[in-house]
């Protein structure tokens, strides 16, 4: 599997650094014009079903909370992603496909999915929404399981179908719980 990795998080921790000292209103200023207009494609993905702008005050009032867990987060994901990716793979079999990693900040209102960007599958992770490295890992392993079920099983979840999703979500769970047990 080859995966692209688009990291927003250095731009949000440049904007962090401008801004978090100003008022709420500039804070939300500077992160219209330092972090959203950025990566606008991304963030019109995420605004789509995962975080709205109605959420902005009150992420922007949590970040100073969250910023060392953002950091940290964000240091080492790629390599991190990616020995996952193989560890999943080895379940599944070694499959052909190219996917995104995308790394963002968001609302904290949806902690990592699955979706099309740019014509390709493609795993979101809100960085701001972990305080710990197995959670992460957890997390990444899942929607990696996500990504490969529906390649290796041909599924397409925009049908609407309930049991598909629920056995999909069954999947992913039962994939991250095996992941878990052979790497402790």
């Known amino acids: 599997m080859k995966v692209n990795v688009i990291n927003t998080v250095p ?10 000292q100003k008022s709420v209103d500039e804070k939300k200023a500077l ?29 922007i009032a949590r970040y100073s909370e969250s910023i060392t867990n953002i950091k940290s987060n964000a240091e ?7 020995k996952i990716v193989d560890d999943v793979e080895r379940i599944f079999g070694e499959v052909d496909l190219e996917i995104n990693l995308i790394i963002l900040v968001g609302f ?18 809100a960085a701001e929404f972990y305080d710990n490295e197995s959670y992460l890992n957890m997390l990444i392993a899942h929607e990696i399981a996500h990504v490969l079920y529906h390649e290796v099983g041909n599924i397409d979840l ?18 991250t719980k095996n992941y878990f047990q052979r790497t402790r």
């Open 31 to 59: 992160w219209s014009t330092k972090y959203h207009e950025r990566w606008k494609e991304i963030f019109d993905v995420y605004f789509t079903n995962w975080g709205g702008m109605e959420l902005l005050d009150k992420s």
């Open 11 to 20: 731009t949000f921790l440049e904007y962090w650094n401008n801004a978090h």
């Open 108 to 125: 904290y209102c949806s902690n990592g999915w699955v979706t099309s960007f740019e014509g390709k599958k493609s795993i979101f992770v």
């Open 76 to 82: 080492g994901i790629e390599e991190r992603f990616l």
């Open 158 to 175: 925009k049908n609407g179908n309930l049991g598909v999703s629920i056995f999909d979500e069954g999947i992913a769970t039962y994939v």
